[in-house]
């Protein structure tokens, strides 16, 4: 079975660039998810899909932070414009509905750098 | 905003030494999951506890769910090198529509 695929892996931008991260989750996962792990902390959920519908973008800060899954399957992650505090890796995941909607499978990041 | 706080924040031991690391919250917990991370890569589940007392082993690792559900624990018996990253607990909170929310992580060394 497929992973998570993230891309890119690493992103250099200076403040007030924009950037687009892209994910693919398991074929057939029902719910997709955007973490933000800074560096030192656990990851912190930005948005949460479940098919092409937002179940949760209560910590996104939209004024800067979009995402959209168009099609209920891959999804983009865009921060316009980018500030220092953005640094980080932007985590995907996936789940299956049903009895195993919490076992979540993530891909390897995508590593921000904001100068 | 639900804190879930883990300690210690950085472990490191020497191969073959046992280690707990814990998970706490004042709230209460629906289930709790324990992740492992490597460098590079992102978190990969370990086990999910959901019943208040519940223990899980998982070959070395045995998993604890408190009792009242509010903490957590990962023991770890005879650390290999390979055993070393980051371990995070993630909890789902009563009520919370199953938003998962992740600790600080506990970073673990085991030196050969």
């Known amino acids: 079975e497929a992973g998570v695929a993230q891309s890119p892996r690493y992103k250099i931008i200076e403040k007030r660039q924009s950037v687009a991260f892209w994910c693919n989750p398991i074929?057939?996962?029902?719910?997709l998810y955007w973490y933000q792990q800074i560096l030192g902390q656990g990851p912190k959920l930005l948005i949460q899909?479940?098919?092409?519908?937002?179940?949760?973008d209560s910590q996104l800060p939209k004024d800067r932070f979009s995402a959209e899954r168009l099609k209920g399957v891959d999804s983009t992650l865009k921060i316009q414009p980018a500030k220092l505090e953005d640094s980080a890796v932007y985590l995907c995941?996936?789940?299956?509905?049903?009895?195993?909607?919490?076992?979540?499978?993530f891909g390897a990041g995508s590593r921000l750098t904001v100068l | 905003t639900q804190l879930l706080e883990q300690s210690p924040q950085f472990l490191s031991i020497q191969e073959g030494e046992n280690l707990t690391v814990y998970c706490n919250s004042s709230?209460?917990?629906?289930?709790l999951q324990w992740y492992r991370q490597e460098p590079g890569e992102g978190p990969v589940l370990l086990v999910t506890?959901?019943?208040?007392?519940e223990v899980k082993k998982l070959k070395r690792l045995t998993f604890q769910f408190g009792d009242a559900r509010k903490d957590s624990s990962l023991h770890i018996t005879a650390a290999q090198p390979g055993d070393t990253g980051l371990y995070l607990c993630a909890g789902t909170y009563t009520g919370s529509a199953r938003q998962l929310t992740f600790g600080s992580g506990t970073q673990l060394t085991v030196l050969p």
């Open positions: 709230s209460v917990f629906s289930s």
């Open positions: 995941a996936s789940s299956p509905a049903g009895a195993g909607a919490n076992v979540l499978t």
């Open positions: 506890v959901v019943t208040g007392g």
């Open positions: 074929s057939g996962h029902a719910t």
């Open positions: 899909f479940q098919n092409n519908g937002v179940v949760d």
